[in-house]
């Protein structure tokens, strides 16, 4: 069975950082897509960072530049390093993995960690 455990959330001020992890059970980090998302109250829900197998990561324009997606295969963990947060990056934060390598699609999620940027 595949688990996926975020934490790391919590609240910080304008300009600070926070860094997300996601702990994996059932599943093997370097096996295909993994990514992070994020919801925020009344909005749809944002894929905000991607890596791939090979390490290739794609970001969200929202992000660039502040936010990096990495991997630690040897732990199976994979992270969110948020620098420069914004009010506008408060949400909630999912981690989520592909099945397959057929697309980077997002079939298992984890149960998400809160993050508020207050200004």
């Known amino acids: 069975q595949v688990q996926l455990v975020e934490s790391g959330g919590g609240s910080v001020q304008t300009g600070g950082s926070l860094r997300l992890s996601c702990a994996v059970s059932g599943y093997t980090t370097n096996s295909y897509c993994m990514a992070w998302l994020r919801q925020a109250p009344g909005k749809e829900r944002e894929g905000i960072a991607r890596i791939w197998s090979d390490g290739h990561t794609r970001y969200a324009d929202t992000v660039e530049g502040r936010f990096t997606i990495s991997k630690d295969n040897s732990k199976n963990t994979l992270y969110l390093q948020m620098n420069s947060l914004k009010p506008e990056d408060t949400a909630m934060y999912f981690c989520?993995?592909?099945?397959?390598?057929?697309?980077?699609?997002?079939?298992?999620w984890g149960q998400g960690t809160q993050v508020t940027v207050s200004s």
């Open positions: 989520a993995a592909a099945a397959t390598n057929v697309r980077c699609s997002d079939d298992y």
